[in-house]
């Protein structure tokens, strides 16, 4: 995909006064951050309009804008299992079940729960599974953005990366999750605006002037097996199908970074409704990547090492407006990138470091941002196959998190061995399977495997069944939330 000079410095420029506005905004939000509460939960002061933009924001990055584009594009809409259809319902399920209890907890970070139900141990134990859970993923979206750059502007990727992280670093440090949330409103904005746009435009292009004609055309000419969501006439398929969409769903739901914009509301009615609001969002704008990957095969068929957004904007939108949207497809990894390293650097500073050193909360918290964003940076140049594999450990939180946090919400825990068995057994298993590189449960005792029920459920399945013999169905003192 070749650019023209005169398109380079037009981009450049645009860039250019993007990132000074970002920064303006850091630079305004710094003036409210006073306490570490301010830098981390922005003082729990957000309304529902910033909330929810920032909880889509959050999500809406290159995950949903280029990875699952392209693989929609490859296999067909059944690529959406674990996004958008497992993360948009992961918002939903927030709402129903997770917001309005865990805000009244007033709590800053995921482990302080832990500590409060289950003790300093289980506390220490989740802030281990949490922390280094986000490294790959930060490292893939410092990737994603610098290959950009390099497409764009012929950029080395080496260099490419530290321009990245020092950007999405600077801004957040300067004001927290007042930074944060006040960019994500601008990017997401952005991000919504240029998606609508190209929809429209590719729709348009493929119906000859008329965007419903080429809606009608690209179900018609889209292979009937590449058309099908949910791949329900083949059974292992459908495992697997059902595997990543509760890994989306469930797995995401113990994450900081999810928790930490709920903890960041004005109110439980106000976090309950931004997930909902943001969960229908994320379900409904999550599908225009997706037709955009179908109609990529009929439209630039030989652009196959292109990521497909930028490839449909370079080909069918005036230099202008494409130069627009490069900038929204920006805002939205810049939006996860800046999200992503405050949340690990929260429990970082609040759950292991406050044991250790005697520092001011709020100075301890802009270290951690930085320790952060360094470790990302050192895995993104570790290269491909040591963040890629990194970014499997999202499926910690799955299986050591996810089943002491609902019961830590919704009973009295009588033994704080309960959840501090249940974390070890799921990670104990998951690191397992990690290591000696087994896809199925138990893989070399096949006649014992578990199967079909996909690997992460199977984990999550038994560190349930340890919690429960810990602490017996019977004897579990349920509570209101």
Known sequence: MEISSSVQWMLAAVIFVYLVVMYAIG???????????????????????????????????????LAATDEVRQVGLQAGALDPFGAGCCLLLAGLFVAGPIWRMQILTVPDLFRQKFGPAAELIASLILVPSYFGWIAAQFTALANMLEL???????????????????????GGMWSVTLTDAVQITLVLVGLIILTIVILTELGNGAASSGRTKLWKETPPEMSVIIPYQDVAAFWGWLGLFLTG????????????????????????YACYTAGGMYLLFGLMPMLLGLAANLLVPNEVNTAVLPALAHAFLHPAVAIVFV?????????????????????????????????DLLKMNRYAVLLVAVCSLAMAFAGEDAYALLEEAYLLTMVGLFVPM??????KPRHRYAAVASMLTGIFLWGLHFVMGWETFLTPLEPLAIWPVPLSLTITGLALIVYLICEPPWKLEWVKP
């Not at 709920?262 to 976090?271: G, L, N, T, W």
């Open 152 to 174: 764009f502007f012929g950029i080395p990727l080496s260099a490419g990366l530290v321009i990245v992280a020092v950007v999405g670093t600077g801004y957040t440090l300067m």
């Open 327 to 359: 900038v929204a497809v920006l805002s939205a990894v810049l939006s996860t990138i800046d999200s992503a390293i405050l949340s690990p650097a929260s429990v970082l500073s609040q759950n292991i470091g406050a044991r250790f050193l005697k520092m």
């Open 249 to 272: 769903a469930l797995g995401n739901l113990p994450g900081q970074d999810l928790m930490q914009r709920i903890f960041a509301c004005k109110s439980d009615r106000v976090a309950k």
């Open 406 to 411: 609902m019961f830590g919400l919704y009973t």
């Open 27 to 65: 630079f305004v939000a710094q003036s409210k951050v006073e306490t570490a509460e301010d830098f981390l939960v922005a003082g729990r002061q957000l309304p529902l309009s910033l909330a929810w933009m920032t909880l889509l924001a959050t999500w809406f990055g290159a995950g949903t804008l």
